[in-house]
């Protein structure tokens, strides 16, 4: 699990190092150790880049404070390697004094951002020494100018720390920011290396000797030797993030014992006739996410009494249906003939896990089969129309017993909050889910995007899709559906599990409900890797260059890439 973290734990880790380093008389002892890492990875890229080190170019944009202490010693040690290196600085009175030394003893050149004029070299690689925890708000000028020329013409930049312009802890990108190939840090990730990927690039971390706070093995041995600091006492803050191996080993594989019911069968009520392709898009991921069953209701509006009958009528206990099969099951029939499919939510027999809202419409019928979904008693996910339904009506959401899952993308997270504030995306969906979570509802939010965020109210997932070729149409619907089934087998676990195990769950969570406590929000981090993973191998199923730039792709591309991508993340 990557764990990222705020400035303040940040801070308060290095502080003990910073300490014995200056006690020890050698103030920089750690900077030096920062910068040893950082001109490994820089010459890396160098070689990368072009083929070798030696009488490469390197250009160091240093700031005020240690960020360009970093960057100056990292140039020594780089024209140690033999590159040119020149500095420019953008405060010449403030550049860290012993940095700006060992740079001048090493051979760099150095020069005032003044001095420059209009003339900015052309080097292999720039390095981002403007500011890293320190900083906030975007590059200021003339950074930003030497910023997007080097860029504009190709130069790859080397973020010291953080890319200047994106806030360590609210991964804020501001328009004038470094767009990094490669980000190195040290010690502990920052929150905007998950929250900021894409502004960070490749993101290596240098072990400079800080102990994390949130990995169980170091805390364990921290309390063994009695030594547990305080910045180790933390956790609202820090943010997560599945690695792909650990998502392969979470996708279910069905074991000897297994039926088409033990692993979970999911039930999706989507779809109408002004969005028919929702419910395939929607039913069709969940077949292709997990084994098991796949349960589907269309829209009453949608309904038309010459469709064919129900395609099985289990767990309805005889019952006529109340009204006819919806045009939609023969559309999700056509393409998936195992769905089994309902006239209506009472009618669908027993599911672990329910979907409710892809293309389902905003009418009647579809406020009350949401409100009848909710009051399954199910753990059901919430989408699209459903989240519009649950905006103006705020009440259904009472109906809910079983942990809900709510999965908005902006313009839905929107309507739920009535505006939120897009510089601080995990911040303003901690507020949200609190929120909920006062009102007594056991929710998990997922916000989409090129980085999708989940949050429980105690956890924060941020998982990035590594492309953006997921943002198409449908793609949400694909989502809803791979999620949906992977909620249904986590709950069929959770039936399975020991009659004591459940009932220690219900007393720590103060209820009755056998799905209380699920872990929503590890699923829906799984659900959204697995996304992001099946969006990145369609976009290059006809790419001769597996890392080239890929080519677009359509929500039913993706939906096709759904089972390669799941063999592909359980073989990691
Ligand atoms: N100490 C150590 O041993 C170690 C330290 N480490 C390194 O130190 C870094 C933290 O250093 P730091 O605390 O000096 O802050 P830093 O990020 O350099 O910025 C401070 C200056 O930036 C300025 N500024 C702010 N915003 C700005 C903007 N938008 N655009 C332009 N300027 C802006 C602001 O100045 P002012 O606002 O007064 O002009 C302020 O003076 C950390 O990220 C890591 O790289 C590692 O080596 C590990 C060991
Ligand atoms: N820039 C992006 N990069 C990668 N994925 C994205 C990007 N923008 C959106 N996505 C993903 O694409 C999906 C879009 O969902 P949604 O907007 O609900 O689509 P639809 O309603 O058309 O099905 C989500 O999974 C979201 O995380």
């Known amino acids: 699990m990557l764990r990222a973290h705020s400035v303040e734990v940040v801070r308060s880790a290095e502080a003990p190092l910073i300490a014995a380093a200056e006690a020890s008389g050698d103030p920089d002892a750690v900077m030096r150790r920062a910068a040893a890492g950082l001109a490994h990875h820089t010459a890396a890229l160098v070689r990368e880049r072009t083929g070798g080190v030696y009488g490469r170019s390197v250009l160091l944009l240093v700031g005020s404070g240690d960020n360009g202490g970093d960057a100056l010693y990292a140039g020594a040690l780089l024209r140690g390697r033999g590159c040119r290196v020149d500095a420019v600085l953008l405060s010449p009175d403030r550049a860290h004094p012993r940095g700006l030394a060992a740079l001048r003893r ?41 910023v997007s020329a080097l860029a504009a013409a190709g130069v790859p930049w080397v973020a010291v720390d953080l890319p200047s312009g994106v806030d360590a802890d609210t991964g804020t990108v501001h328009d004038a920011h470094v767009p990094a190939t490669l980000t190195v840090t040290f010690g502990l990730l920052r929150r905007a290396h998950l929250l900021a990927a894409p502004a960070c690039g490749r993101v290596e971390v240098v072990d400079i000797g800080l102990i994390d706070p949130a990995d169980p093995a170091q805390a364990r041995r921290m309390q063994m030797l009695e030594q547990v600091p305080e910045y180790l006492k933390t956790g609202p803050d820090t943010l997560f993030a599945p690695t792909r191996a650990e998502v392969g080993r979470q996708l279910p594989v069905p074991g000897p014992a297994d039926d088409k019911y033990s692993q979970g069968v999911v039930a999706i009520r989507a779809g109408s006739a ?3 392709g929702a419910a395939v898009l929607s039913v069709s991921a969940a077949v292709a996410a997990t084994s098991g069953m796949v ?9 038309t009494s010459s469709s064919a009958s129900a395609a099985d009528t289990s767990g309805t206990g005889g019952q006529a249906p109340s009204r006819a099969p919806s045009a939609a099951a023969d559309r999700v029939l056509a393409a998936r003939p195992e769905v089994v499919c309902h006239p209506t939510v009472a009618e669908a027999g027993t599911a672990q896990a329910w979907v409710v809202g892809p293309g389902g419409g905003t009418d009647q019928n579809a406020i009350a089969d949401i409100d009848a979904v909710l009051a399954t008693g199910r753990p059901t996910l919430l989408d699209a ?22 999965t908005p993308h902006g313009g839905e997270f929107d309507r739920l909050t009535g505006g939120w504030d897009r510089a601080d995306r995990a911040g303003e969906l901690r507020r949200y889910v609190a929120g909920l979570r006062d009102r007594g509802i056991e929710a998990t939010v997922l916000l989409k995007g090129r980085v999708t965020l989940i949050d429980n109210g105690e956890t924060t997932y941020a998982v990035d899709a590594g492309s953006s070729w997921a943002a198409t149409a449908g793609s949400g619907d694909v989502l809803s559906g791979i999620t949906g089934a992977l909620i249904a087998h986590a709950a069929a676990q959770r ?26 929000a590890g699923v829906a981090a799984a659900a959204a890797t697995l996304h992001g993973e099946a969006a990145r191998l369609a976009a290059h199923r006809h790419d001769p260059h597996p890392a080239g730039p890929g080519a677009p792709i359509g929500a039913s591309d993706l939906l096709a890439a759904v089972p390669v991508a799941v063999a592909t993340l359980r073989g990691v």
Do not use: K, M
């Open 106 to 146: 090493a051979g760099g050149q150095v020069q005032a951002v003044d001095e420059l004029g209009s003339q900015v070299p052309g080097p292999d690689v720039a390095i981002d020494g403007v500011v890293g925890l320190g900083g906030s708000g975007p590059l200021r000028a003339p950074a930003d100018r030497i």
């Open 495 to 520: 039936e399975s599990a020991g009659a004591a195990e459940r009932a220690y769950v219900q007393s720590i969570s103060h209820t009755q409900n056998p799905y209380a406590g699920l872990d929503l």
């Open 295 to 303: 349960r589907f209701v269309g829209s009453a509006a949608d309904a």
């Open 274 to 276: 002004r969005y028919p």
């Open 385 to 406: 129309d459903a989240l519009t339904v649950i905006a103006t009506h705020p009440v259904l959401l009472r109906s809910a017993t079983a942990p809900v899952l709510l």
